[in-house]
C-alpha cells in the first residue's frame, strides 16, 4: 500500500481482556517497529522484526505483550489480559533494510482499557 | 546501545522568534539520526535526516539541523516560527547497522503563540 496501514484506529476494551492491533506495512520494506506512546512518555520501543531474523523483543514491557509478523508483511501485536496502564496509542512503523530512508509511521491504534 | 535525550520538554515561543531543539545522543558506533514531527491528533512525519556528509541538513517547513560529532548533538533550528510549528518534535537514532530499532527520544512540545 501506499502508507502504513493500522487497524483498529480505536479499540476500547475491558480490563482483563485480550485485544490484538494490527499493522500492514508499506510494500518491500522488510524492517517494522511496534512503538507504544503514552502521554509524557515519549514513544516507547516494544518490538522490531527484520526480514527473517529472530525479532527483538527486548522492549515488550510484559509477557502479556507478544508480536508476529506472518510472511514478512503483516504484524500482529497481541496483549493478554489487559491492564489499565495499558492504555496508550500504538504506533507501528516499517522501513527498507536500508534505513537510510528513515521510517515511515501508521497512524496508530488508540486503545483505552477500562 | 545507543540512547537520545531530547534537553527540553517543551519550549515556549512567540511567533517569528527563533528556535532551538537541542537533542544529544549516545552510541559507540555510527549512526543515521532523525527528527520527526507530530502535529496535534496526526501521526509522526519525517522532518528531516542526516546520513553522512554535510553537517548541516535541511528539512521540510524550514526547518533545519547541525550534526556535530564531536558533541554527539544534532539541534534543531527553525530562524522564524509560525504558529503552525506548534507540535511535538522527536529526535531518532538508528545504527548504521541493520538489526536494530530506531530510538527516540522523549519529545519536545513546541508551542507558538502570537
Known amino acids: 500500500g501506499a502508507g502504513v496501514s493500522q487497524s483498529p484506529s480505536n479499540k476500547v476494551t475491558e480490563k482483563g481482556k485480550d485485544v490484538e492491533l494490527r499493522c500492514d506495512p508499506i510494500?518491500?520494506?522488510?524492517?517494522l517497529y511496534w512503538y507504544r506512546q503514552s502521554l509524557g512518555q515519549g514513544l516507547e520501543f516494544l518490538i522490531y522484526?527484520?526480514?527473517?531474523?529472530?525479532?527483538?523483543k527486548s522492549g515488550l514491557p510484559s509477557d502479556r505483550f507478544s508480536a508476529e509478523r506472518t510472511g514478512g508483511s503483516v504484524s500482529t501485536l497481541t496483549i493478554q489480559r489487559t491492564q489499565q496502564e495499558d492504555s496508550a496509542v500504538y504506533l507501528c512503523?516499517?522501513?527498507?533494510?536500508?534505513?537510510?530512508?528513515?521510517?515511515?509511521f501508521g497512524q496508530g491504534t488508540r486503545l483505552t482499557v477500562v | 546501545a545507543q540512547s537520545v535525550t531530547q534537553l527540553d520538554s517543551q519550549v515556549p515561543v512567540f511567533e517569528e522568534a527563533p528556535v532551538e531543539l537541542r537533542c544529544n545522543y549516545s552510541?559507540?558506533?555510527?549512526?543515521?539520526l532523525f527528527w520527526y514531527v507530530q502535529y496535534p491528533n496526526q501521526g509522526l512525519q519525517l522532518l528531516l535526516k542526516?546520513?553522512?556528509?554535510?553537517?548541516l541538513v535541511k528539512g521540510i517547513n524550514g526547518f533545519e539541523a547541525e550534526f556535530n560529532k564531536s558533541q554527539t548533538s544534532f539541534h534543531l533550528r527553525k530562524p522564524s516560527v509560525h504558529i503552525s510549528d506548534t507540535a511535538e518534535y522527536f529526535c531518532?537514532?538508528?545504527?548504521?547497522?541493520?538489526?536494530?530499532?530506531?530510538?527516540f527520544g522523549k519529545g519536545t512540545t513546541l508551542s507558538v503563540s502570537s
Open positions: 531518532a537514532v538508528f545504527k548504521e547497522q541493520a538489526g536494530t530499532a530506531l530510538i
Open positions: 552510541s559507540s558506533v555510527s549512526v543515521y
Open positions: 522484526f527484520q526480514g527473517n531474523s529472530a525479532p527483538d
Open positions: 512503523a516499517s522501513s527498507l533494510f536500508n534505513r537510510g530512508g528513515g521510517a515511515f
Open positions: 542526516y546520513l553522512s556528509g554535510s553537517t
Open positions: 510494500s518491500g520494506h522488510t524492517a
